[in-house]
């Protein structure tokens, strides 16, 4: 439009053509550039107050199962692709072509590597070129993994009359807040006394995300001026709940500091603190991973684990990705036990996890045994 009212500015002026286009042009580009500025500016609000935007309300009654959760590792992922593999002729080389699917998957070259030779221990040449035969001992091994993992019982239970301590810990946007609010839920149902403590004292919108949470759940929440000390925040918060008879306590912590050392160190403190409120404390320590991230997550995890001592995992965003396979590294490269899967953001969507159940999930597919 912007155009064309130059183009007929120009000819009524007198001007010649070529200097009506070039107006033209020149309007033209202008009025483009301020469409993408304005249109990239209303995107990035978007995605800021994506981060801070209120949790679905626990009104939203279905919750995602843990089969809609691996619903895309199952149809897109490794899973998918060994389906595929075995749904033909067998060739003679069908364990390369196992271990390229393992491999390329996030399962992890480690993993990759255990699961090769596991299945070239357990079968015979024949049964090596046997699609069932594959399948199981794939099933049967990815089993004895995740069942090994999963009974290394590393968290503790507070003394008699004294709130569980639970830190939650993870790099910024794993979801941590939400699996927070998630958790409180749960225990809030069977009417158990929840106090929620905001350790991230650096953003604002952190507590007030907490906030949102505790309102809807029905849990105070502690928090302390914007920059304050984490670690003083999260002493009195203890202490707080101890006096009110909570029965879980659960400290939100930051994700991001100005470098990964700084955070590390204050999340050394802000455990340490927590020993001096309540005698054990934390009795569990839970590291979110996102799995979308495939396998940066696990190293993530060993930095996490070497300045707090993880006692579980909980992993998030299963449902929005096809790299399910993580779960397998995870458990076999950090024997750290995974507690919780989320499978959707609702409130209602956290899954406990089970080993057995989670294997039989993911190997449930048409081609499977
Ligand atoms: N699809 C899906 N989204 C999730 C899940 N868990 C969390 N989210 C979303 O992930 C985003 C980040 O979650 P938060 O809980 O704010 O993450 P955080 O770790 O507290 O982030 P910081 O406080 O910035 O460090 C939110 O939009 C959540 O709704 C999940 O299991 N599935
Ligand atoms: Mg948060």
Request: aromatic share 4%; proline share 3%.
């Amino acid at each position: 439009m912007l155009s064309t009212i130059a183009t007929s500015l120009a000819f009524r002026q007198g001007a010649d053509a070529s200097v009506a286009l070039y107006v033209a042009l020149g309007l033209g580009a202008v009025a483009v550039l301020f469409l993408v500025v304005n249109r990239s500016r209303k995107g990035s609000k978007t995605a800021s107050q994506a981060a801070d935007r209120p949790p679905p309300t626990p009104s939203e009654d279905d919750a995602a199962t843990l089969k809609d959760g691996l619903a895309r590792t199952r149809n897109e992922g490794f899973i998918a692709r060994l389906g595929q593999l075995f749904s033909g002729e067998i060739s003679e080389n069908v364990m390369d072509d196992v271990e390229e699917v393992l491999l390329t998957s996030d399962i992890g070259v480690r993993t990759t590597d255990r699961l090769m030779n596991s299945l070239k221990e357990t079968l015979s040449t024949n049964e090596l070129t046997e699609v069932e035969a594959v399948w199981s001992a794939l099933r049967d091994e990815t089993t004895r993994i995740l069942v090994t993992a999963q009974a290394n019982e590393l968290g503790s239970e507070p003394k008699n009359g004294q709130p569980k301590v639970t830190m939650v810990l993870g790099v910024n946007g794993t979801g941590k807040t939400t699996s927070i609010g998630k958790l409180a839920y749960r225990l809030r149902q069977d009417d158990l006394r929840v106090t929620l403590v905001a350790g991230d004292t650096f953003r604002a919108a952190a507590a007030e995300q907490l906030e949102i949470w505790g309102r809807r759940v029905g849990a105070p929440v502690i928090r302390g001026a914007e920059g304050a000390d984490p670690s003083s925040v999260v002493f009195d918060g203890i202490r707080e709940a101890l006096a009110a008879s909570a029965e879980h306590v659960f400290i939100d912590t930051a994700g991001r500091l100005h470098t990964q050392v700084n955070l590390m160190e204050e999340l050394r403190k802000v455990r340490r603190v927590m020993g001096k409120a309540v005698e054990g404390a934390p009795h569990e320590v839970l590291m979110v991973l996102d799995a979308t991230t495939g396998q940066n997550a696990i190293q993530q995890a060993r930095m996490f684990n070497d300045a707090t001592d993880i006692t579980g995992i909980i992993l998030t965003k299963l449902d929005g990705t096809a790299k399910g396979g993580i779960v397998i590294g995870i458990g076999d490269q950090l024997g750290i036990p995974i507690k919780y899967v989320g499978v959707g953001e609702r409130v209602k969507d956290l899954r406990d996890f089970d080993a057995k159940q989670f294997v039989d999930e993911l190997f449930a597919t048409d081609s499977g045994a």
